[in-house]
């Protein structure tokens, strides 16, 4: 090359000017990237997990750790349920089903599809009920087949439980009806953290849980 064609060498000065440059324009990319980051996770919406079971991650100190939740809407407008496996120490008879207005009483049941008031959790095989008739399950003979009564509830405004999920916050898995009625409900979390778990690498694999199930079985029995 020419050495008239040569670029005259950068002084120290101008050299630690350039190095800040790329620094700062560095910085700047990073930040565009979180902010692209953060608005996609605004606006995607995870998996509806309406009338599903919401399973918590089980992070130590939450209001809802290890909480198990029956949701009983969740859609563009927000999300609502109630917690199944936490029984009230301070409330016998009663099950904490949110940090929300903890004075509301409801219940969820089974068994009684002609109870007055009473309104099917979609396809569950659950109802629900608010109010002075939720405490009435109580007197009925025979007894609902299950039920408990609650008192508060756990809400959601409009995208914060998808953000939430897709923050892996929570778990969605389908609605088990022996797992809701039939486990006691210390260990509800479990069975249905295991559950979602299922669920989960079922999809990534593209099968059915039940296929993926059946084929759990089977290696554990040896065939």
């Not at 569950?124 to 003979?141: D, S, V």
């Not at 009564?149 to 916050?169: C, F, K, M, T």
């Not at 210390?186 to 039940?210: S, Y």
């Given at each position: ?176 009806l022996p797992l809701v009625t039939e ?28 296929a993926l199930e059946e084929e759990r ?7």
């Open positions: 090359m020419n050495a008239d064609n040569k670029k005259p060498e950068l002084s120290p000065e101008q050299k630690a000017v350039k190095a800040q440059k790329s620094r700062r324009d560095g910085y700047v990319l990073i930040f565009l990237a979180l902010m692209l980051f953060a608005v996609g996770t605004y606006f995607r919406e995870s998996d509806s997990a309406h009338h599903k079971l919401l399973v918590h991650n089980g992070a130590v100190g939450s209001v809802f750790e290890q909480s198990v939740l029956v949701m009983l809407k969740h859609d563009a407008s927000g999300g609502y349920g109630v917690i199944i496996n936490r029984p009230d120490e301070k409330n016998p008879g009663y099950f904490v089903g949110g940090p929300m207005e903890p004075e509301k009483i409801s219940a969820l049941y089974k068994g009684v599809a002609n109870f007055e008031g009473g309104v099917p959790v979609g396809d569950t095989g659950l109802y629900y009920i608010e109010g002075a008739r939720a405490e009435e399950l109580r007197k009925l003979n025979p007894p609902p087949a299950w039920f408990i009564v609650i008192r508060g509830y756990a809400g959601w405004s409009p995208r914060q439980l998808d953000r939430e999920i897709l923050r892996e916050w929570w778990k969605i898995a389908d609605m088990d486990t006691s409900p210390e260990f509800i979390w479990r069975a249905a953290t295991d559950k979602a778990a299922l669920a989960e690498e079922a999809a990534k694999r593209g099968i059915e849980p039940a079985k089977n290696k554990k029995d040896g065939l």
